[in-house]
């Protein structure tokens, strides 16, 4: 586990899914991005996050406890049959994405 991915278990930033979007930025905010996340030693990626869930909490929209707790349940409601699945999860997209 990355420090930027600790930092964000340790946030409560981490609800275990993701869904992969695709964003254009001009090339002064990717840079300052950048920047930000290079200072801080976090994710771009955790940087996006970070203001998406800013921008939700104040204009309104899924509290950020309201997905903490869909997380929440969903824990243990999904079993894939592999047993090594957290430990080789890159190893094992990588297989599947090759297919």
């Not at 600790?6 to 946030?11: A, T």
């Not at 254009?24 to 290079?38: D, G, I, K, T």
């Not at 349940?73 to 994405?97: N, Q, T, Y």
Request: net charge negative; aromatic share 4%; no cysteine.
């Amino acid at each position: 586990m990355t420090a930027s991915q600790v930092d964000d278990v340790i946030r409560g930033r981490y609800d275990g899914i993701m869904i992969r979007l695709q964003v254009q930025l001009e090339e002064e905010q990717l840079e300052a991005l950048r920047r930000m996340a290079a200072a801080a030693d976090r994710s771009l990626s955790d940087l996006v996050r970070e203001g998406v869930d800013t921008l939700v909490r104040t204009r309104g929209g899924v509290s950020r406890e309201s997905v903490k707790e869909r997380s929440l349940a969903a824990i243990g409601r999904f079993h894939s049959g592999i047993s090594d699945l957290a430990r080789e999860h890159d190893r094992h997209l990588a297989e599947a994405f090759a297919e």
